[in-house]
């Protein structure tokens, strides 16, 4: 126990003091508190922006589903997640651009000086807020989870010195120390999960022996639809389109556009995305796959413990916690970033709105973060649901958000009316399914909410048009780009429809279709260099950029 003790602690005093040399003047600018003085270079934007979407969902949430589904989950999330890195492209680079130009801190910020509205400014932190605070919960949820594992800490006590150590650092740091301790901590998550799965792995006689047993005794858990057969090709399409739309609209990641230094920073960003990701989500998902030869009856939220139940039970006490500690670095990287974004919108938003004066100073912001906190603890305390169905709704919530904000950075004209029946309309469609007032079948209801919200939208926007004799839709360029529909054609070959419920061939313990999905994403990303190539010489090139 001492051992486990002087692991996390040596840990956390690391994190601390990272935060520590990176922290800003009390009295810092606001611009200076959130977004680092907006000069965040490739490699420490990469580092956040991983360590700040790889989650408690990553490590626990992926684990849990790896146990319940198999390999199935792995190319929702791998590729998946990795392809929504075209979005750092579309509207990342433009974000940055607008949010540089008009000294922008926030995303409703970005929204009120694309539609001069402040109404529907204050509705996109609101949407923001609501669906991001139970996400940001789930990190103590998952701290609690750990440490109970453990060292035998009831499940409240962890979730409250996890947050308190996240708020210490955060308080006095800002989005400097937030970054340099994401990439610690992105470093620690990736070298540590890799290590647990080599010992789980060996521990029963190899990655290929322990996949073969588990084959033999799960083969469900090598093929689609996963097993509990619910990953039909519906729920897999619906996963894909969620990531997509969802990512791009978490708060703490869109914040991040307006911190990069330039727009190479933000290519350079997407390019490595991909195999990050492919990389990263494998092994969590594989670790709970073999779990199943440790602990074989595990049901419902109880899968979400998995890997530190597993590293607890078969590695010594010094290892057990270095990879507790991998699952601490996801969750405390995501809600360090969490709470620092959505104190921003409170201060700069939510006050605004109602009339209070926007101040110098970041004070006001560090005082949301310890009660943005205190609410975390308090919805973690009774989690009514897995992490992954936490997440799915949650996610769907801010995906509504996506056409305000890609509309506005392309359209020539646009109308604040669009965009809040868009918004509306597709949270009210949220709560129908939620409720089950609205039938579900075939997909997950974001699709269904999602075409909603595009086509409120654009009736809205083209009725508004017409109504101003300027109905002229101009699309922009990239719709026109080879290599984006290239992109498109990826997109659909990851609905590999003709390799459902098959098991065979396996190859290195996993079925072929697993590599399937890896080739993929190595296509995505040679895909994306020649795009911002293309790019890079369309903009350098005087005549071209005089079109």
């Given at each position: 126990?001492?051992?486990?003790?002087?692991?996390?602690c040596a840990?956390?005093?690391i994190?601390?003091?990272?935060?520590?040399?990176?922290?800003?003047?009390?009295?810092?600018?606001?611009?200076?508190?959130?977004?680092?003085?907006?000069?965040?270079?490739?490699?420490i934007?990469l580092?956040?922006?991983?360590?700040?979407?790889?989650?408690?969902?990553?490590?626990?949430?992926?684990?849990g589903a790896g146990?319940?589904d198999?390999?199935?989950?792995?190319?929702?999330?791998g590729?998946?997640?990795?392809?929504?890195?075209?979005?750092?492209?579309?509207?990342?680079?433009?974000i940055?651009?607008?949010?540089?130009?008009?000294?922008?801190?926030t995303p409703?910020?970005?929204v009120?000086?694309?539609y001069?509205?402040?109404f529907l400014?204050?509705?996109?932190?609101?949407?923001?807020?609501?669906f991001?605070?139970?996400?940001?919960?789930?990190?103590?949820?998952?701290?609690?989870?750990?440490?109970?594992?453990?060292?035998?800490?009831?499940?409240?006590?962890?979730?409250?010195?996890?947050t308190?150590?996240i708020?210490?650092?955060t308080?006095?740091?800002?989005l400097?120390?937030?970054?340099?301790?994401?990439l610690?901590?992105g470093l620690i998550?990736?070298?540590?999960?890799?290590?647990?799965?080599?010992?789980v792995?060996q521990?029963?006689?190899?990655f290929?022996?322990a996949?073969?047993k588990?084959?033999?005794?799960?083969?469900?858990l090598?093929s689609?639809?996963?097993?509990?057969?619910?990953y039909?090709?519906?729920?897999?399409?619906?996963?894909m389109?969620?990531?997509?739309f969802?990512?791009p609209?978490?708060p703490?990641?869109f914040q991040?556009?307006?911190?990069?230094?330039?727009?190479?920073?933000?290519?350079?960003?997407?390019?490595?995305?991909?195999?990050?990701?492919?990389?990263?989500?494998?092994?969590?998902?594989?670790?709970?796959?073999?779990?199943?030869?440790?602990?074989?009856?595990?049901?419902?939220?109880q899968?979400?413990?998995?890997l530190p139940?597993?590293?607890?039970?078969?590695?010594?006490?010094?290892?057990s916690?270095l990879?507790i500690?991998?699952?601490?670095?996801?969750?405390?990287?995501?809600?360090?970033?969490?709470?620092?974004?959505?104190?921003?919108?409170f201060?700069?938003?939510i006050f605004?709105?109602?009339?209070?004066?926007?101040?110098?100073?970041?004070?006001?912001?560090?005082?949301?973060?310890?009660?943005?906190?205190?609410t975390?603890?308090?919805?973690?305390?009774?989690?009514p649901?897995?992490?992954?169905?936490i997440?799915?709704?949650?996610f769907?919530?801010?995906?509504?958000?996506?056409?305000?904000?890609?509309?506005?950075?392309?359209f020539?004209?646009?109308f604040?009316?669009?965009?809040?029946l868009?918004?509306?309309c597709?949270?009210?469609?949220?709560?129908?399914?939620?409720?089950?007032?609205?039938p579900n079948?075939?997909?997950?209801?974001v699709?269904?909410i999602?075409?909603?919200?595009f086509?409120?939208y654009?009736?809205?926007?083209?009725?508004?048009l017409?109504?101003?004799?300027?109905?002229q839709?101009r699309?922009?360029?990239?719709?026109?780009?080879?290599?984006?529909?290239?992109?498109?054609?990826?997109?659909?070959?990851?609905?590999?429809?003709?390799?459902?419920?098959?098991?065979?061939?396996?190859?290195?313990g996993?079925?072929?279709?697993v590599?399937?999905?890896v080739?993929?994403?190595?296509?995505?990303?040679?895909?994306?260099?020649?795009?911002?190539?293309?790019v890079?010489?369309?903009?350098?090139?005087p005549?071209?950029r005089?079109?």
């Amino acid at each position: 126990m001492l051992i486990k003790v002087s692991v996390l602690c040596a840990y956390f005093l690391i994190v601390l003091a990272i935060g520590f040399i990176a922290r800003t003047r009390w009295k810092s600018s606001p611009e200076a508190y959130f977004l680092a003085d907006r000069k965040l270079g490739p490699l420490i934007l990469l580092g956040t922006m991983v360590a700040t979407n790889f989650s408690a969902f990553t490590v626990f949430g992926t684990s849990g589903a790896g146990y319940r589904d198999g390999y199935a989950f792995f190319p929702i999330m791998g590729f998946g997640t990795g392809f929504m890195a075209l979005t750092f492209w579309i509207i990342g680079r433009k974000i940055r651009q607008v949010g540089r130009k008009y000294a922008l801190v926030t995303p409703p910020e970005l929204v009120k000086e694309l539609y001069q509205s402040p109404f529907l400014s204050f509705l996109f932190a609101l949407v923001m807020i609501i669906f991001t605070i139970p996400y940001l919960a789930l990190q103590p949820m998952a701290a609690g989870y750990a440490l109970e594992a453990l060292l035998g800490l009831p499940y409240f006590y962890g979730c409250i010195v996890v947050t308190a150590i996240i708020l210490v650092y955060t308080l006095r740091g800002g989005l400097r120390a937030v970054a340099w301790t994401d990439l610690f901590q992105g470093l620690i998550m990736f070298l540590l999960l890799f290590s647990s799965l080599v010992i789980v792995a060996q521990h029963h006689g190899g990655f290929v022996t322990a996949n073969q047993k588990v084959l033999i005794s799960n083969p469900e858990l090598f093929s689609r639809p996963g097993a509990l057969g619910k990953y039909s090709l519906g729920i897999w399409f619906s996963f894909m389109v969620l990531w997509f739309f969802c990512d791009p609209m978490f708060p703490q990641l869109f914040q991040r556009f307006f911190s990069a230094k330039d727009d190479r920073s933000i290519a350079r960003i997407m390019i490595f995305y991909p195999l990050v990701c492919t990389v990263v989500f494998f092994m969590p998902i594989a670790i709970g796959v073999l779990g199943h030869l440790s602990y074989p009856d595990l049901i419902g939220k109880q899968a979400d413990r998995i890997l530190p139940m597993v590293m607890t039970s078969i590695s010594g006490d010094f290892m057990s916690a270095l990879v507790i500690a991998a699952g601490l670095a996801a969750l405390m990287s995501t809600m360090d970033s969490q709470l620092l974004t959505l104190s921003s919108i409170f201060t700069r938003d939510i006050f605004s709105f109602f009339g209070k004066a926007k101040k110098k100073t970041s004070v006001a912001g560090r005082i949301f973060v310890i009660l943005l906190s205190l609410t975390g603890l308090a919805l973690a305390y009774k989690p009514p649901a897995t992490i992954l169905q936490i997440a799915t709704q949650t996610f769907t919530g801010l995906a509504v958000l996506f056409p305000t904000v890609i509309f506005g950075l392309y359209f020539k004209k646009v109308f604040s009316l669009a965009a809040i029946l868009s918004i509306g309309c597709g949270e009210a469609a949220l709560i129908g399914f939620y409720l089950k007032w609205l039938p579900n079948s075939i997909f997950l209801p974001v699709i269904w909410i999602m075409l909603i919200t595009f086509a409120v939208y654009l009736t809205i926007h083209g009725v508004l048009l017409w109504q101003e004799n300027m109905l002229q839709f101009r699309l922009p360029e990239w719709i026109h780009d080879r290599y984006v529909w290239l992109l498109a054609a990826i997109f659909l070959l990851a609905m590999d429809f003709w390799a459902w419920g098959r098991v065979e061939p396996v190859i290195f313990g996993v079925p072929i279709w697993v590599g399937y999905f890896v080739i993929l994403s190595a296509l995505q990303t040679v895909v994306m260099v020649y795009l911002i190539r293309r790019v890079d010489r369309a903009e350098t090139d005087p005549l071209k950029r005089s079109r």
